[in-house]
Every structure is written in structure tokens, then in C-alpha cells.
């Protein structure tokens, strides 16, 4: 679930093209009914062979197949800075991915991080068959796509494997309960290498309770945390997304704080004493209190 970031470059064209990787097809959306609801591709009428997933109209992902290095989506933007920043440029990771979308961020890393091992675990069958189908994957790239629940997808995975974690899990425009919770964490850390990050899309809006008891919540397993968000969710203005970022060693906050101080729509990182402040003393989830996030106001995706 996600705002649209700036619009990409190109020149604007006067109708839409609809192309996958099997050819050019009818101009329009692709719309098709999916598990967790009615699922379309709308084509980016500024880039040739580039779409944006929305479910039951809340956007989920952006591709182009051209270019797969170019992220759209703010909060994606963010969580591929810090995809550049958790290991030196171009080294192959080992990276779980839990939600699919349209394998935006999963792409992402093929292009930048070429012989990557990546595991993807989106629960939604019916949806993982349509982006295959209409927006294939490189045959190439290194990437495995489970359809089960994200966290028994997690269960499956061997103990200090992944350098990386991406949590991108919505469920009717919300993360479901079980994924906001210490015991969930706990099995994050298990999987990652000793200095690996979590990295998690997190959705939220005033009071900001939701995204104060997930950084709380964090906190209780990981000793290193940043929180990226725009400045009107920060000051609690309006619903939107903020990407944390977790793990046993310090991140690279100077070097993330510029690239996310710089993008389209410009974000303030947060750490340390300060986002502690932040929290204000939330208490952290467990899986016996556990809510899913809220929900979105009506007009989040206008």
C-alpha cells in the first residue's frame, strides 16, 4: 500500500500502451479478480512498458520492465536506498521478501545486485499468477516466489540466511496482526545473518499509535533502528507510509538521511534518542494483543 512518488521522466503520451513480455496487447487496464480482492494493472502513461498494481484501488506496487533500477513509490525509493547501503555496491545479497506486489523490490536488487538469491513468500496465489503472466520476471535473475503466508513462508527458512528482510505485507490496505508482533521479529532475526536488516512498510496516520508501538516493538529485539517518513506523517498531518529499518549494527544514517533528503519527495530519518522520543513510551506488540494496522481514510488514494 503506497502514495505515488514523483512521476517518471519521458515524454507524455496522448493514449496508454498496454505491453508485456509477450507482445503488445490492447490499451486499457488489466483487470482480474485475485485473493485478496479485485486486482489492475494500470499503464504509466509517461513510461512505455510500465504499470502500477493497485487491489481494490489502493496502489501496491509500480514496475517497468525496461527499466527495473527506476522506483516510483516513495516508500520503495527508501527501502531500495537502503538495498544500496546494507552491503558495498553490487555485492550479491541473500534477500527474503515478505509480500510481493508486482516484485518491484525484488527486480530491483537483480538489476543492482546481479547474482542475488531471493526468496519471495506472497500468500495471494491468484496474484502471484497474473504478474507472472503479464509482467514475467527475468528468467535469469535468482529469484524463488512461494505462495503462502508470510510468516510460516518465514518458518521455512534456515537459520542465518538472509542479509536482508523486506516486510511489505497488506491485507485490505492493512498489515494483518501476526506480522506486528515481538514473536514475529524474533523469527526475522532468526533468519537473518549475524549484522543483517529488517527493513518494513509501515502505514499509519494521527495518532500514529500503529507506528509508534512497531518502533517500540522493534526495539525489543533489535538494538539499531531508523525510522524514514515524510514530514506531514512525521508531525502526524496525514496517513501515509514510513519504512523502518532494524538491525544489530548501526546503520549507515548519515548516508541514508541524504539520499532520502533528496528524493522527489523529500523524508526525514530519524534515530537514536530521537525516535525513542518519538515512541513515547509505547508498549511493544505481542502476538496475544496483536491488531492489524488501521485502516486508510477514504481519500488516502486520491
Keep these: 500500500m503506497a502514495r505515488r512518488g514523483a512521476a517518471g521522466g519521458g515524454d507524455r503520451k496522448g493514449r496508454a500502451e498496454r ?7 490492447p490499451e486499457g487496464n488489466v483487470s482480474e479478480p485475485v485473493d485478496g480482492g479485485l486486482a489492475e494493472l494500470v499503464p504509466d502513461r509517461e513510461r512505455r512498458r510500465a504499470w502500477t498494481l493497485t487491489i481494490d484501488g489502493a496502489p501496491q506496487s509500480h514496475v517497468d520492465l525496461d527499466d527495473p533500477t527506476y522506483l516510483s ?3 520503495q525509493r527508501r527501502i531500495g536506498h537502503i538495498a544500496d547501503l546494507v552491503a558495498p555496491a ?23 545486485r546481479p547474482r542475488s538469491t531471493q526468496q519471495i513468500v506472497e500468500v495471494d496465489a491468484a496474484l502471484v499468477q497474473l504478474v507472472r503472466r503479464e509482467l514475467p520476471l527475468d528468467p535469469q535473475a535468482r529469484i524463488r516466489v ?18 536482508l528482510v523486506i516486510a511489505d505485507v497488506f491485507s485490505g490496505a492493512r498489515t494483518p ?17 549475524p549484522g543483517g536488516s529488517y527493513v518494513a512498510n ?36 496525514r496517513f501515509g507510509n514510513a519504512v523502518l529499518l532494524a538491525s544489530d549494527t548501526a546503520p549507515e544514517i548519515d548516508r541514508l538521511t541524504r539520499r532520502v533528503a533528496t528524493d ?11 525516535l525513542a522520543d518519538f515512541t513515547g513510551g509505547a508498549a511493544p506488540v505481542h502476538d496475544a494483543d496483536a491488531r492489524p494496522s488501521p485502516p486508510p481514510p477514504p481519500d488516502a488514494f486520491r
Design 202 to 237: 509501515l502505514a499509519d496516520g494521527p495518532p500514529l499509535a500503529h507506528l509508534r508501538g512497531q518502533i517500540a516493538t522493534a526495539a525489543t529485539v533489535f538494538p539499531a533502528l531508523a525510522l524514514a517518513a515524510d514530514p506531514t506523517v512525521w508531525r502526524g498531518r
Design 73 to 75: 513509490f516513495e516508500y
Design 264 to 274: 522527489p519527495h523529500p523524508g526525514r530519518v530519524e534515530h537514536g534518542r530521537a
Design 177 to 193: 496482526a501476526h506480522l506486528t508482533t515481538t514473536e514475529f521479529l524474533a523469527e526475522v532475526r532468526r533468519v537473518l545473518k
Design 90 to 112: 553490487g555485492q550479491p545479497l541473500h534477500v527474503v521478501h515478505l509480500g510481493g506486489g508486482a516484485f518491484t523490490l525484488a527486480r530491483y536488487i537483480a538489476a543492482t
Design 19 to 25: 505491453r508485456t513480455g509477450r507482445g503488445t496487447a
Design 146 to 163: 512461494r505462495s503462502t503466508d508470510a510468516r510460516a513462508g518465514l518458518g521455512k527458512i534456515q537459520d542465518g540466511w538472509a542479509d
